[in-house]
């Protein structure tokens, strides 16, 4: 090993020493963002450990687990384990999860008016402590649980305006103004994918560190890819561009090689490959759906700021995906997302349709 590579081996890039050194670029920044989302990362160490043992709970039928149960349980685990993490940061003042019906509106004296705010506030009212509104789906693709596929959790961050007047409106915005937005896959490894609005970086969880490592720095998304994405079981129901979308990835007219169709059926798995390999995932609207399957704060948003971040795109076959407005908590859109030109042509389908029409 020569020496750079193995000075970096021993110069461990952690996700909060990566987060730190960010948010040190902005003089006003005083940790609270570090602090969120070291209580996030908590939560996905949790996850990460639940789901390795789930298999070998059933298996062995640990306690609780009847039938399965032990499975179908995780998902309310994890909601209750990220719940706690996020209010106990003390940074947290609504929280959206796919878990809970209503927004989970945290109590004023645990919105981070601890001790250390008070002195603050004394010192300058410039100076509390930012609040975040936290959207996440805290095991998302859990009906892949029982067959050991792939799952993960999904999070978008926003900066609450005035912490001492928190309404559902601090989380009904456009996801332009998302703070940062991540997921953490559990799979063959653990991996945790985050962007500050900074580019896009991927962390591996080291079991022997308990640590987040950096291992994906600066990810982008190739302007192209091979691979197009969708459960075709829908295909009968879908509009005029999605379906001659599919046919153009299949049989294209153009010269190009024809795509493959790869669809795992887990949003964070096959977003995920399609970030690293580029191509396009798409969850479009059909006849028995008119907006889709996947909810907009906390599927949609998150992975569009993602592909965005990482030079890709998002479309929802109407507009920018990050520029919708949710009008409810559990809105839904149709989603196109993936490398640039992949959905430039899906636009393209769309635009042109509109004019036909
Ligand atoms: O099975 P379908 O209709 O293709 O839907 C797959 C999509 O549903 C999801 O599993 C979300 O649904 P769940 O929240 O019910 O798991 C996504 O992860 C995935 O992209």
Redesign the pocket.
């Known amino acids: 090993m020569d020496h750079a590579a193995e000075a970096q081996r021993t110069d461990l890039m952690t996700i909060t020493r990566h987060v730190l050194n960010e948010q040190g670029r902005h003089p006003e920044s005083r940790g609270d963002f570090t602090i969120l989302l070291s209580h996030i990362v908590l939560g996905c160490k949790f996850v990460a450990s639940a789901v390795n043992k789930a298999g070998l709970a059933k298996l062995i039928g640990l306690a609780g687990d009847t039938n399965g149960e032990e499975q179908k349980k995780l998902d309310v685990l994890s909601n209750e384990v990220f719940v706690k993490a996020l209010v106990s940061s003390g940074r947290t003042c609504v929280l959206v999860s ?1 878990e809970n019906e209503e927004a989970i509106i945290v109590d004023a004296p645990l919105r981070g008016n601890h001790e250390f705010d008070k002195i603050m506030v004394t010192v300058s009212s410039h100076q509390k402590l930012h609040g975040y509104c936290v959207c996440f ?1 805290p095991l ?5 649980i029982d067959c050991g596929v792939s799952i993960g959790t999904i999070f978008g961050i926003y900066m609450i305006k005035d912490k001492d007047n928190v309404t559902l409106d601090d989380v009904l915005q456009p996801g332009t103004d998302m703070l940062a937005a991540g997921y953490c896959m559990y799979g063959s490894s653990c991996t945790l994918v985050l962007s500050t609005g900074n580019g896009v970086n991927g962390f591996t969880l080291d079991p022997s560190l308990g640590e987040f490592i950096l291992t994906h720095p600066n990810i982008k998304i190739p302007n192209r890819g091979k691979i197009y994405s969708v ?1 075709e ?2 295909a009968k129901n879908w509009d005029a561009p999605t379906a001659k979308f599919v046919e153009k990835c299949k049989f294209p007219q153009d010269g190009s090689p024809s795509k493959s169709l790869r ?1 795992i ?4 798995a ?1 977003v995920h490959r399609t970030l690293l390999y580029g191509g396009i995932f798409l ?1 479009p609207a059909d006849q028995k759906s008119p907006n889709g ?2 909810r907009v704060l906390y ?1 949609v948003f998150p992975m569009s700021f993602l592909m965005e971040q990482a030079g890709g795109q998002a479309f929802t076959g109407k507009q920018r995906a990050l520029e919708l407005v949710p009008r409810k908590i559990h809105d839904r859109s149709p989603i196109f997302l993936g490398s640039y030109d992949d959905v430039e042509d899906i636009k393209a389908l769309y635009a042109s349709e509109s004019i036909i029409g």
């Open positions: 796919e789906d998302d693709g859990s009906s892949n459960n079981g829908n669809y059926g887990s949003m964070v096959d969850y399957k996947l599927e």
